[in-house]
């Protein structure tokens, strides 16, 4: 059974110059424990469509199943981290990325201790008591998907976690997050405008059409795992690019 299902999902918005068709019966199915990305050009409805199955947005038509079910309230199993890490300034670290256990109703202690312990392998050991403001790009990044992990939902959206960061450190946080996502064993779908990161994390690849959009390619990646950061060089990591390259080219 899908962990996510889209059904011919539809949305607009009202603007002064009329209705504004932004993603038109998008259809996709992401499995338990799956890696889906999805890309597109800008403004093509990426955005929206996390929104939407987050709960966040409402659609116009169509349907979102979770675990083959409608339900009224998303964050029952879905953790969205949107593309800024929205770090409290004011908060450590260590108060930073306990908030969702804390709102959930974890003892401060307990969750500490919770946090404590995952804090090496989120590359955060011993950056505890630091505030957002004393930490790398990469490091704050690792802060809000330790955040987003701790709040134990089935399902993450990641949008674009990695789009503000240069390509050195973006590379080191790709094979860090499928260590990350090998780990916790999490369905994941993750919003990108980097085909070739796309197909480095990917298990499945949905290409939109500029706006509205639509649903114009899906290509099931047939790397093998674990990936090991010289496939990138591989020919069937090249063919693959391309198609999805082309896919958004046409």
């Known amino acids: 059974m899908a962990k996510i299902e889209l059904v011919e999902i539809?949305?607009?918005?009202?603007?002064?110059?009329?209705?504004?068709?932004?993603?038109?019966?998008?259809?996709?199915?992401?499995?338990d424990k799956q890696f889906v990305s999805l890309v597109g050009p800008s403004g093509s409805g990426k955005s929206t469509i996390l929104n939407i199955i987050a709960g966040l947005v409402k659609q116009d038509s169509g349907r979102i199943l979770l675990d083959g079910r409608e339900i009224a309230d998303p964050s029952e199993v879905i953790s969205?981290?949107?593309?800024?890490?929205?770090?409290?300034?004011?908060?450590?670290?260590i108060?930073?990325?306990?908030?969702?256990?804390?709102?959930?109703?974890?003892?401060?202690?307990?969750?500490?201790?919770?946090?404590?312990?995952l804090m090496e392998i989120?590359?955060?050991?011993?950056?505890?008591?630091?505030?957002?403001?004393?930490?790398?790009?990469?490091?704050?990044?690792?802060?809000?998907?330790?955040?987003?992990i701790l709040a134990k939902k089935d399902v993450l959206l990641l949008d674009e976690p990695f789009g503000a960061l240069d390509a050195i450190t973006r590379f080191k946080m790709q094979s860090w997050l499928l260590k990350v996502w090998d780990r916790f064993q999490r369905t994941i779908l993750f919003i990108t405008h980097d085909v070739e990161e796309a197909v480095y994390l990917?298990?499945?690849?949905?290409?939109?059409?500029?706006?509205?959009?639509?649903?114009?390619?899906?290509?099931?990646?047939p790397l093998p795992r674990p990936r090991k950061p010289d496939i990138i060089t591989s020919s069937l990591f090249v063919k693959t690019k391309e198609k999805v390259l082309k896919a958004i080219e046409q």
């Open 202 to 221: 990917s298990d499945k690849i949905y290409v939109l059409s500029q706006r509205p959009g639509r649903i114009k390619l899906e290509i099931n990646v």
């Open 122 to 148: 989120f590359g955060l050991k011993g950056f505890e008591q630091r505030y957002p403001s004393e930490l790398s790009g990469g490091m704050r990044q690792r802060a809000a998907l330790m955040r987003t």
């Open 80 to 93: 969205y981290m949107p593309q800024k890490d929205l770090l409290l300034p004011w908060r450590r670290v």
């Open 95 to 117: 108060d930073n990325v306990i908030l969702p256990l804390k709102l959930s109703g974890v003892r401060r202690e307990k969750a500490v201790q919770e946090a404590v312990n």
């Open 10 to 31: 539809s949305k607009s918005y009202n603007t002064g110059g009329g209705a504004l068709d932004v993603v038109q019966q998008v259809s996709m199915t992401v499995g």
